[in-house]
């Protein structure tokens, strides 16, 4: 049901991008709800948003764990918008707040991130911690010292980095380091199986190519189709990983249908 529903909204919002310059950027939420968008949760079905865990309040979409009983219980979660695409640029404001779950992994601290080129939420196991996905991973700062956001990590993924198979798990951008509780711009431009850029505040932090299955990963080989590996289009979603964040001003350019 859910992969029907996603058909029906890519080919709804083809039409819709269709009737548009390629040059104008189209909102993907429409500030009062989550209409588009389809949770996914460890541990529960597509399309069911366990706890309320995503929500809209004030505009924003926030991701609040206040329904889990004080423990995350490793129940990563993600939203995804309800259709794929393949060529774009992608850009939104996020923000860490309040206090991590107290179970919640170490890493996971102002973690977040964005998943592109991504499995239909539909396909993956109710017990699967992340789609199969290139994410632009998003992380807060702490107090001193320097972190890093707009890195990239690859669950069931590699990437082509200067020309070399890179499977290490992530790969840190050149970012500034963003403290606190303000809103950090982030973007990523996608060209199919081509380049993929990182960008955080308007500055180009990061950069690769040629997104591609993990042959050794068994959630992407259950996806790959012949043996061709390079993946060129697929579903952005906003993850859950055990700190509140929010999201804010989610707006897609369509380079390429």
């Known amino acids: 049901m859910v992969r029907t529903l996603a058909l029906i909204a890519a080919s ?38 366990f706890a309320n865990t995503f929500r809209v309040e004030n505009g924003v979409i926030k991701v609040a764990y206040d329904g889990y009983g004080g423990k995350f219980d490793n129940r990563f979660g993600h939203l995804f918008y309800k259709a794929p695409f393949s060529s774009y640029i992608l850009r939104l404001e996020y923000r860490f707040l309040g206090d991590q779950l107290p179970d919640g992994p170490g890493w996971a601290w102002r973690n977040s991130g964005i998943m592109v080129h991504g499995q239909d939420p539909g396909t993956m196991r109710i017990d699967q ?17 320097e972190r890093a956001t707009g890195n990239v990590c690859t669950p069931g993924t590699h990437i082509v980095m200067d020309g070399k198979l890179v499977t290490r798990h992530c790969t840190d951008s050149k970012s500034a380091t963003y403290r606190g509780d303000q809103w950090v711009k982030a973007e990523v431009e996608v060209h199919g199986s081509g380049k993929v850029i990182h960008r955080i505040d308007g500055k180009e932090v990061l950069t690769y190519e040629q997104v ?35 999201f804010r001003k989610i707006e897609i350019k369509v380079l390429d249908r």
């Open 212 to 246: 591609q299955y993990d042959e050794n990963d068994p959630d992407a080989k259950a996806l790959i189709k012949g043996t061709d590996k390079l993946i060129s289009r697929g579903t952005i979603s906003l993850q859950s990983e055990s700190h509140p964040v929010e």
């Open 129 to 145: 911690d992340f789609p199969v996905s290139s994410e632009v991973q998003l992380l807060g700062g702490p107090e001193t010292g």
């Open 12 to 49: 709804s919002l083809a039409l819709a991008a269709g009737s548009q310059p390629k040059s104008e950027w189209i909102s993907l939420f429409n500030g009062k709800d989550l209409d588009g968008w389809i949770p996914k949760i460890k541990g529960y079905k597509a399309g069911e948003n």
